[in-house]
């Protein structure tokens, strides 16, 4: 017969809560020491990553041209209005053909300008037969004053000669003293005749002069209105002026269209004056200065170059920066050519410097990862770095020459102090 034992049943029980109590307390303790552990450093393939090992040596700070062209220096561009109202009957050469001076871009006509030019001959022929008549007369009227002024000077030679003889007369007592003052007088008043008649001769040589100079000023007159004239229907031929290649207008003529004075309708570039227009991030473009070197990748060779001017003006975050090129262009450049373009700012000698980040700028403190010496990790270090170059960057603080360091951008490892490399 069974005898019941509660105490026994109380002690098993006890037992349990026992070993309750200290699973509890234990996986409370394994709970505690595994949320102080740190998490594993995640594995980063390096086969993505871009490193660079830190250098010490000479750093030539440059920037470099988001998007540049080449296009037509100030000298390089002739553009040909029209003379005159006119209407375009022919064109001849289309944009991008080679032209040289004489070449005809295209043919205007002007009947206006025709008749204008009738008129101007005409007009100019009958200045030159009013010179010529205004001429005759006046010469017809010299000739006349000049034979009065000979018979003058006869008589004036005779009456001197006169009174010389009854002067001699006179002396000798041949002669009375009145006769003698009588042939004194009449040679007296011929001598004052005389003059007077060369006087007269001389201002109506000038007058003659002055009457012709003027005549002369209308056909010189008629004479230039009519080589205008000429010059504006000479211009109904529009030549290029110049050797280069001819430009497509922003507004292009077509036969059949009337154009008034001063329209332009052709435009003619010479491709061996170009220059690069390189577009500059405001921000870099603080510490351009005019003279600075420069060199243009025109993807068929890359040319030397220097600043002649920056743009004052900011247009959608850039400033235009014009480098003129010091080298010959390569075959195929033409104005609107995508180039690429880079300036150099400064030339530093004996700096710390490494690879540009993918993130970070110049003068700040950033973090990179620094790679172990096995090259099995990489641990995140505080990095204050300088100035800037389009490659590179010089590192003021945080590393040394020698030290490895990814440049990758690693934002989706910022949680992280420590990587590992596979």
Do not use: C
């Not at 043919?107 to 001959?121: F, G, I, K, R, W």
């Not at 011929?190 to 001389?202: E, N």
């Not at 068929?300 to 002649?308: A, F």
């Amino acid at each position: 017969m069974d005898i019941a034992r509660p105490d026994l049943k109380k002690k098993r029980n006890r037992q349990l809560m026992i070993w309750a109590g200290v699973a509890v307390v234990v996986v409370a303790v394994l709970v505690f020491a595994v949320s102080r552990l740190k998490p594993a450093a995640p594995t980063v393939d390096r086969s993505t990553v871009w490193t660079d090992v830190v250098k010490r040596g000479p750093l030539v700070r440059q920037v470099r041209a988001s998007t540049g062209s080449l296009v037509p220096r100030e000298d390089s561009i002739e553009l040909i209005p029209a003379q005159t109202d006119a209407t375009v009957v022919r064109i001849r050469v289309l944009p991008g053909a080679m032209v040289t001076p004489d070449t005809i871009l295209l043919d205007m006509t002007d009947p206006q300008l025709e008749q204008e030019v009738l008129n101007a001959q005409l007009a100019l022929k009958a200045a030159e037969a009013d010179y010529k008549s205004l001429q005759a007369t006046l010469q017809s009227t010299l000739m006349d004053k000049k034979t009065a002024a000979a018979q003058v000077s006869a008589d004036y030679s005779q009456d001197q000669l006169q009174a010389q003889t009854d002067k001699a007369l006179y002396d000798l007592g041949v002669i009375s003293g009145l006769a003698y003052q009588k042939s004194k007088g009449t040679a007296d008043q011929l001598t004052t005749q005389h003059q007077l008649s060369q006087q007269q001769l001389d201002v109506n040589q000038k007058a003659i002069e002055v009457q012709l100079a003027s005549q002369k000023t209308k056909i010189d007159q008629a004479q230039a209105l009519l080589n205008l004239y000429q010059r504006q229907a000479g211009a109904l031929q529009v030549r290029a002026g110049i050797s280069g290649s001819l430009a497509p207008l922003a507004t292009p003529v077509q036969v059949g269209q009337h154009v008034t004075a001063g329209t332009s309708v052709a435009e003619v570039i010479q491709l061996d004056k170009l220059k690069a227009a390189l577009q500059i991030a405001e921000t870099q473009a603080r510490d351009i200065q005019i003279g600075q070197p420069a060199s243009i990748d025109t993807h068929n060779g890359v040319i030397p170059g220097h600043v002649t001017r920056i743009d004052p003006s900011v247009v959608n975050g850039t400033r235009t920066v014009d480098v003129m090129l010091d080298g010959p262009l390569p075959p195929g450049a033409v104005p609107q050519l995508s180039v690429d373009g880079t300036i150099d700012l400064e030339r530093m000698t004996d700096v710390v410097y490494v690879g540009r980040p993918a993130l970070g700028n110049e003068n700040s403190t950033v973090t990179l990862f620094k790679i172990d010496a096995d090259g099995k990790g990489a641990t995140r270090v505080p990095v204050k770095v300088g100035r800037a170059s389009v490659n590179d960057i010089q590192v003021l603080e945080g590393l040394k020459e020698g030290d490895q360091v990814i440049l990758s951008d690693m934002s989706r490892w910022d949680s992280v102090d420590r990587i590992r490399l596979d």
